[in-house]
Protein backbone atom coordinates (compact mmCIF):
# COMPACT_ATOMS: atom_id res chain seq x y z
CA UNK A 1 0.00 0.00 0.00
CA UNK A 2 0.99 3.42 -0.79
CA UNK A 3 2.14 5.54 2.38
CA UNK A 4 0.29 8.33 3.30
CA UNK A 5 3.55 10.80 2.38
CA UNK A 6 3.18 9.80 -0.96
CA UNK A 7 -1.17 9.82 -0.98
CA UNK A 8 -0.60 13.72 0.49
CA UNK A 9 1.77 14.54 -2.39
CA UNK A 10 0.09 12.81 -5.00
CA UNK A 11 -3.57 14.91 -3.58
CA UNK A 12 -1.90 17.87 -3.30
CA UNK A 13 -0.37 17.20 -6.89
CA UNK A 14 -3.94 16.28 -8.44
CA UNK A 15 -5.60 19.52 -6.17
CA UNK A 16 -3.14 21.69 -7.95
CA UNK A 17 -3.85 20.70 -11.33
CA UNK A 18 -0.59 19.52 -11.68
CA UNK A 19 -1.26 16.52 -13.84
CA UNK A 20 2.67 15.59 -14.86
CA UNK A 21 3.08 15.32 -11.38
CA UNK A 22 0.33 13.72 -10.10
CA UNK A 23 1.37 10.89 -13.05
CA UNK A 24 4.67 10.76 -12.11
CA UNK A 25 3.76 9.90 -8.49
CA UNK A 26 0.70 7.61 -9.78
CA UNK A 27 3.53 5.15 -11.49
CA UNK A 28 6.04 5.12 -8.88
CA UNK A 29 3.23 3.83 -6.34
CA UNK A 30 2.14 1.28 -9.40
CA UNK A 31 6.36 0.06 -9.65
CA UNK A 32 6.51 -0.32 -6.05
CA UNK A 33 3.81 -2.29 -5.92
CA UNK A 34 4.87 -4.48 -8.72
CA UNK A 35 8.41 -5.12 -6.65
CA UNK A 36 6.97 -6.37 -4.05
CA UNK A 37 4.97 -8.86 -6.30
CA UNK A 38 1.42 -7.37 -6.80
CA UNK A 39 1.44 -7.67 -10.06
CA UNK A 40 -2.17 -7.49 -10.86
CA UNK A 41 -2.39 -4.17 -8.61
CA UNK A 42 0.06 -2.55 -10.35
CA UNK A 43 -1.43 -3.85 -13.70
CA UNK A 44 -4.84 -2.09 -12.25
CA UNK A 45 -2.99 1.39 -11.19
CA UNK A 46 -1.00 1.69 -14.66
CA UNK A 47 -3.89 1.23 -16.57
CA UNK A 48 -6.00 3.78 -14.74
CA UNK A 49 -3.42 6.48 -15.49
CA UNK A 50 -4.48 6.65 -19.41
CA UNK A 51 -7.58 9.00 -18.74
CA UNK A 52 -6.44 11.93 -16.52
CA UNK A 53 -8.30 15.17 -18.21
CA UNK A 54 -4.73 16.91 -18.41
CA UNK A 55 -4.22 19.56 -21.34
CA UNK A 56 -0.58 20.21 -21.98
CA UNK A 57 1.26 20.24 -24.61
CA UNK A 58 3.17 17.67 -27.16
CA UNK A 59 5.64 19.78 -29.03
CA UNK A 60 2.81 22.71 -29.09
CA UNK A 61 0.56 20.74 -29.90
CA UNK A 62 -2.68 20.01 -27.10
CA UNK A 63 -3.47 16.46 -25.87
CA UNK A 64 -6.70 15.30 -26.55
CA UNK A 65 -8.84 14.85 -23.00
CA UNK A 66 -10.08 11.93 -20.99
CA UNK A 67 -8.17 9.28 -23.53
CA UNK A 68 -4.14 10.59 -23.44
CA UNK A 69 -1.80 10.75 -21.05
CA UNK A 70 0.54 13.34 -21.53
CA UNK A 71 3.54 11.95 -20.60
CA UNK A 72 3.24 9.12 -22.39
CA UNK A 73 2.35 11.02 -25.58
CA UNK A 74 5.90 13.06 -24.73
CA UNK A 75 7.56 10.08 -24.39
CA UNK A 76 6.12 8.35 -27.93
CA UNK A 77 5.92 10.79 -30.17
CA UNK A 78 9.58 12.58 -31.82
CA UNK A 79 8.26 16.02 -33.55
CA UNK A 80 10.76 16.17 -36.71
CA UNK A 81 11.42 19.53 -38.66
CA UNK A 82 11.09 18.93 -42.45
CA UNK A 83 12.32 21.66 -45.51
CA UNK A 84 12.09 18.09 -47.90
CA UNK A 85 9.67 18.39 -50.47
CA UNK A 86 7.86 16.40 -53.21
CA UNK A 87 10.76 17.13 -55.54
CA UNK A 88 14.15 16.59 -53.80
CA UNK A 89 12.63 12.80 -53.24
CA UNK A 90 13.43 10.86 -56.22
CA UNK A 91 10.31 8.17 -56.98
CA UNK A 92 8.87 6.83 -60.29
CA UNK A 93 6.23 9.54 -62.06
CA UNK A 94 3.33 6.83 -60.73
CA UNK A 95 4.30 6.85 -57.20
CA UNK A 96 4.71 10.86 -57.19
CA UNK A 97 1.34 11.45 -59.23
CA UNK A 98 -0.21 9.23 -56.13
CA UNK A 99 1.83 11.27 -53.32
CA UNK A 100 0.99 14.58 -55.16
CA UNK A 101 -3.08 13.66 -55.26
CA UNK A 102 -2.88 13.28 -51.50
CA UNK A 103 -1.73 16.97 -51.21
CA UNK A 104 -4.72 17.90 -53.33
CA UNK A 105 -6.76 16.06 -51.33
CA UNK A 106 -5.65 17.69 -48.60
CA UNK A 107 -5.81 21.26 -49.75
CA UNK A 108 -9.24 20.62 -51.28
CA UNK A 109 -11.08 18.82 -48.70
CA UNK A 110 -13.87 21.21 -48.30
CA UNK A 111 -14.42 20.89 -51.76
CA UNK A 112 -14.53 17.34 -51.45
CA UNK A 113 -16.50 17.65 -48.53
CA UNK A 114 -19.43 18.90 -49.96
CA UNK A 115 -19.62 16.79 -52.92
CA UNK A 116 -20.07 13.46 -49.85
CA UNK A 117 -16.47 12.70 -50.57
CA UNK A 118 -13.71 11.98 -48.12
CA UNK A 119 -10.08 11.94 -48.65
CA UNK A 120 -7.80 9.09 -47.78
CA UNK A 121 -6.19 9.82 -44.63
CA UNK A 122 -4.12 6.50 -44.45
CA UNK A 123 -0.61 5.81 -46.03
CA UNK A 124 1.58 3.05 -46.29
CA UNK A 125 5.03 3.26 -48.30
CA UNK A 126 6.95 0.02 -48.77
CA UNK A 127 10.09 -0.96 -50.34
CA UNK A 128 14.16 -1.71 -49.58
CA UNK A 129 15.71 -0.08 -46.59
CA UNK A 130 16.82 3.42 -47.69
CA UNK A 131 14.69 3.86 -50.80
CA UNK A 132 13.48 7.56 -49.92
CA UNK A 133 10.54 6.23 -47.74
CA UNK A 134 10.85 8.60 -44.54
CA UNK A 135 11.97 11.49 -46.55
CA UNK A 136 8.92 10.63 -48.72
CA UNK A 137 6.79 11.23 -45.41
CA UNK A 138 8.73 14.23 -44.44
CA UNK A 139 7.82 15.46 -47.65
CA UNK A 140 4.09 15.20 -47.76
CA UNK A 141 4.33 16.83 -44.24
CA UNK A 142 6.15 19.52 -45.22
CA UNK A 143 3.83 19.86 -48.65
CA UNK A 144 0.29 20.19 -45.98
CA UNK A 145 2.04 22.33 -44.08
CA UNK A 146 1.68 19.82 -40.84
CA UNK A 147 3.94 19.00 -38.54
CA UNK A 148 5.57 15.50 -38.70
CA UNK A 149 5.47 13.52 -35.41
CA UNK A 150 7.55 10.01 -35.54
CA UNK A 151 6.46 7.31 -33.33
CA UNK A 152 8.70 5.29 -30.51
CA UNK A 153 7.65 1.91 -30.72
CA UNK A 154 10.04 1.71 -27.26
CA UNK A 155 7.34 3.68 -25.68
CA UNK A 156 4.52 2.22 -27.26
CA UNK A 157 5.07 -1.41 -26.65
CA UNK A 158 3.83 -2.28 -23.17
CA UNK A 159 5.61 -4.90 -20.64
CA UNK A 160 1.30 -5.67 -19.80
CA UNK A 161 -1.34 -7.28 -21.70
CA UNK A 162 -3.29 -5.35 -23.06
CA UNK A 163 -1.12 -1.97 -22.37
CA UNK A 164 0.13 -1.68 -26.21
CA UNK A 165 -3.49 -1.45 -27.59
CA UNK A 166 -4.13 1.45 -24.82
CA UNK A 167 -0.98 3.41 -26.27
CA UNK A 168 -2.29 3.10 -29.75
CA UNK A 169 -5.15 4.34 -29.01
CA UNK A 170 -3.73 7.25 -27.61
CA UNK A 171 -2.04 7.57 -30.38
CA UNK A 172 -4.33 7.71 -33.06
CA UNK A 173 -7.04 9.48 -30.56
CA UNK A 174 -4.02 12.82 -30.65
CA UNK A 175 -4.06 12.23 -34.42
CA UNK A 176 -7.72 12.66 -34.27
CA UNK A 177 -7.68 15.71 -32.61
CA UNK A 178 -4.78 17.49 -33.91
CA UNK A 179 -3.65 17.84 -37.70
CA UNK A 180 -0.93 16.25 -37.86
CA UNK A 181 1.43 13.25 -40.16
CA UNK A 182 1.76 10.78 -37.55
CA UNK A 183 4.84 8.15 -39.28
CA UNK A 184 5.14 4.74 -38.27
CA UNK A 185 8.58 3.72 -39.28
CA UNK A 186 9.09 0.34 -39.96
CA UNK A 187 5.29 -0.63 -39.07
CA UNK A 188 6.81 -3.95 -39.49
CA UNK A 189 7.49 -4.18 -35.16
CA UNK A 190 3.48 -4.06 -34.76
CA UNK A 191 1.77 -5.70 -37.76
CA UNK A 192 3.40 -8.61 -38.71
CA UNK A 193 1.03 -11.72 -40.19
CA UNK A 194 -0.99 -13.31 -37.16
CA UNK A 195 -0.91 -16.95 -35.98
CA UNK A 196 2.94 -17.00 -35.92
CA UNK A 197 3.77 -20.83 -33.88
CA UNK A 198 7.04 -18.76 -32.44
CA UNK A 199 4.74 -15.45 -30.98
CA UNK A 200 2.71 -15.64 -28.14
CA UNK A 201 -1.50 -14.88 -28.25
CA UNK A 202 -0.45 -10.54 -27.39
CA UNK A 203 1.45 -9.71 -30.52
CA UNK A 204 -1.75 -10.89 -32.09
CA UNK A 205 -3.75 -8.43 -30.25
CA UNK A 206 -1.92 -5.90 -30.59
CA UNK A 207 -2.22 -6.67 -34.51
CA UNK A 208 -6.03 -6.79 -34.32
CA UNK A 209 -6.20 -3.58 -32.00
CA UNK A 210 -3.76 -1.28 -35.10
CA UNK A 211 -6.11 -2.75 -37.78
CA UNK A 212 -9.42 -1.55 -35.57
CA UNK A 213 -7.63 1.99 -35.08
CA UNK A 214 -6.69 2.34 -38.52
CA UNK A 215 -10.26 1.49 -39.91
CA UNK A 216 -12.70 3.40 -36.85
CA UNK A 217 -10.00 6.86 -36.58
CA UNK A 218 -11.27 9.80 -38.37
CA UNK A 219 -8.22 11.88 -38.64
CA UNK A 220 -7.58 15.98 -39.04
CA UNK A 221 -4.34 14.62 -40.92
CA UNK A 222 -2.75 11.86 -41.69
CA UNK A 223 -1.22 8.36 -40.62
CA UNK A 224 2.11 7.53 -42.83
CA UNK A 225 3.20 3.95 -42.34
CA UNK A 226 6.78 2.46 -44.03
CA UNK A 227 8.21 -0.97 -44.00
CA UNK A 228 10.89 -2.39 -45.49
CA UNK A 229 9.61 -6.31 -45.06
CA UNK A 230 6.01 -5.60 -46.73
CA UNK A 231 5.55 -9.64 -47.02
CA UNK A 232 5.78 -10.05 -42.91
CA UNK A 233 2.69 -7.70 -42.82
CA UNK A 234 -0.28 -9.26 -42.15
CA UNK A 235 -2.58 -9.30 -44.82
CA UNK A 236 -5.50 -7.58 -43.40
CA UNK A 237 -3.58 -4.36 -42.26
CA UNK A 238 -3.14 -3.02 -46.10
CA UNK A 239 -7.05 -3.07 -46.56
CA UNK A 240 -6.70 -0.71 -43.59
CA UNK A 241 -4.65 1.77 -45.47
CA UNK A 242 -6.57 3.92 -48.17
CA UNK A 243 -3.52 4.05 -50.45
CA UNK A 244 -0.34 1.53 -50.74
CA UNK A 245 2.82 3.36 -52.60
CA UNK A 246 5.83 0.79 -53.37
CA UNK A 247 9.17 2.62 -53.95
CA UNK A 248 11.76 0.61 -55.53
CA UNK A 249 15.64 -0.08 -55.04
CA UNK A 250 16.99 2.77 -56.73
CA UNK A 251 19.98 2.32 -59.47
CA UNK A 252 23.30 3.47 -59.35
CA UNK A 253 22.52 6.35 -61.13
CA UNK A 254 19.54 7.26 -59.46
CA UNK A 255 22.00 7.37 -56.05
CA UNK A 256 24.33 9.33 -58.23
CA UNK A 257 22.17 11.89 -59.44
CA UNK A 258 20.30 12.14 -55.50
CA UNK A 259 23.85 12.81 -54.28
CA UNK A 260 25.08 15.46 -56.34
CA UNK A 261 21.90 17.56 -55.70
CA UNK A 262 22.59 16.52 -51.58
CA UNK A 263 25.69 17.88 -52.38
CA UNK A 264 24.30 21.71 -53.90
CA UNK A 265 22.69 22.17 -50.95
CA UNK A 266 25.40 21.98 -48.33
CA UNK A 267 27.18 24.35 -51.23
CA UNK A 268 29.87 21.78 -52.31
CA UNK A 269 31.22 19.61 -55.16
CA UNK A 270 31.44 16.19 -55.98
CA UNK A 271 34.66 15.44 -55.89
CA UNK A 272 36.52 12.31 -57.74
CA UNK A 273 36.57 10.48 -53.97
CA UNK A 274 33.27 11.13 -53.13
CA UNK A 275 31.89 10.36 -56.33
CA UNK A 276 33.65 6.82 -55.85
CA UNK A 277 32.38 6.53 -52.54
CA UNK A 278 28.87 7.36 -53.85
CA UNK A 279 29.51 5.08 -56.67
CA UNK A 280 29.80 1.96 -54.26
CA UNK A 281 26.46 2.40 -52.31
CA UNK A 282 22.85 1.24 -52.86
CA UNK A 283 20.61 3.55 -51.73
CA UNK A 284 19.36 7.01 -50.82
CA UNK A 285 20.35 6.73 -46.98
CA UNK A 286 23.84 5.81 -47.26
CA UNK A 287 24.38 8.26 -50.00
CA UNK A 288 22.61 11.12 -47.61
CA UNK A 289 25.14 10.27 -44.92
CA UNK A 290 28.30 10.06 -47.19
CA UNK A 291 27.64 13.95 -48.58
CA UNK A 292 26.79 15.45 -45.39
CA UNK A 293 30.14 13.88 -43.66
CA UNK A 294 31.93 15.42 -46.87
CA UNK A 295 30.71 18.34 -46.22
CA UNK A 296 31.35 18.59 -42.33
CA UNK A 297 35.43 17.42 -43.36
CA UNK A 298 35.41 20.57 -45.88
CA UNK A 299 33.71 22.92 -42.98
CA UNK A 300 35.69 21.72 -40.52
CA UNK A 301 38.80 22.06 -42.90
CA UNK A 302 37.66 25.82 -43.31
CA UNK A 303 38.53 26.64 -39.80
Known amino acids: MPTIDQLS ?40 LVTNGAKPAVDGYPAPDAVASPAFLMG ?23 LEELVKEF ?9 GVHRRTKL ?12 AARALANEMKLPLFVVRFDSVIGAYLGQTAINLRQLFHFAEV ?27 RVVIALMQELELS ?18 ALWR ?7 LPRPSKRDVLEFAR ?34 ARRLALSSL
Not at 124 to 134: D, F, M, Q, T, V
Not at 240 to 246: A, D
Open 9 to 48: KLFKAIASKDFLSSEQLARQIAAEEEKKGHRTAAQLLKGS
Open 76 to 98: ALSRQPSSVTLRDVRMGKSQRAS
Open 107 to 115: EQQAFLKVR
Open 124 to 135: ILHGPPGCGKSM
Open 178 to 204: NQCVLLFDEIDALGKRRGSLTDVGELD
Open 218 to 235: ELQGFIVATSNLPTTLDS
Open 240 to 246: RFHLSVE
Open 261 to 294: AKARTFKISMSEPLQRRVAALRNYADAEVAVENE
